[in-house]
């Protein structure tokens, strides 16, 4: 079974604006990760936010956990049409298996 | 210089064959993984192997079995492919298990005919 739920399925936005994925899990968490794919593409590695920390960032994008819900929220700001992609989070647990959500689809429109 | 490269990138076969996929990391890493991604774009895990242990996720049919000539490489064997197999795998690799984030390859797209 799939440990996250990711909200929304699908997202459409214009460039320019900022894109808000939410992550939800179940299970207590070593870490949480979000890796982008893009059409056709392998994973690749975006961002990992540790059990004890609450927010972080990386160039535009800005990660938050809160722990207590059981959710973390990627953000994307000023996005471009580049950022076209899925967005996976995934998550590790005590067994240190990394395990994906469902993914939210972006399209950003030019 | 690719980092984790996967082959056949494509394969299509026909039901009851055996194939393999074949998977090599250039980063050093110790851990390697296979995953398997369904047509609705959800991805799970299929093994976890290092050089002291193989995880096996229990839901995978005993058809699909990992080989590790070295630390480097992780292949992937099926037997008597079934319609349902039809699915990208992605193998991928990391330093340690839970602790950083993987590397993933290209994939390959199998379909069964």
């Known amino acids: 079974s799939q440990q996250g739920e990711e909200d929304p399925q699908a997202l459409s936005i214009q460039e320019g604006e900022n894109a808000t994925m939410n992550c939800s899990y179940k299970?207590?968490?070593?870490?949480l990760q979000w890796y982008r794919q893009n059409s056709g593409r392998g994973l690749v590695h975006l961002i990992l936010?540790?059990?004890?920390?609450r927010e972080k960032h990386s160039g535009r994008l800005r990660v938050t956990l809160d722990t207590s819900k059981k959710s973390s929220s990627l953000l994307i700001t000023a996005s471009r049409a580049a950022d076209t992609a899925s967005y996976f989070c995934a998550t590790t647990d005590a067994g240190n298996m990394l395990t994906f959500g469902g993914g939210t689809r972006l399209m950003v429109k030019p | 210089d690719t980092a984790v490269s996967q082959t056949p990138k494509y394969l299509v076969t026909q039901m009851g064959n055996d194939k393999s996929i074949k998977c090599e990391q250039n980063?050093?890493?110790?851990?390697m993984y296979w995953y398997k991604q369904d047509s609705k774009k959800f991805l799970k895990i299929m093994f976890s192997?290092?050089?002291?242990?193989?995880?096996i996720n229990e839901t995978v049919p005993n058809r699909f079995s990992p080989k590790s000539p070295d630390k480097a490489h992780l292949n992937l064997h099926i037997n008597s492919l079934e319609l349902g197999d039809s699915a990208v795998y992605f193998c991928?690799?990391?330093?340690?298990?839970?602790?950083?984030?993987?590397?993933f390859g290209s994939g390959t797209r199998l379909t069964v005919v």
């Open positions: 980063l050093g890493h110790d851990t």
């Open positions: 991928a690799s990391s330093q340690g298990t839970g602790f950083y984030g993987y590397t």
């Open positions: 192997y290092n050089n002291k242990e193989l995880i």
């Open positions: 936010i540790r059990s004890n920390e």
């Open positions: 299970t207590s968490i070593n870490n």
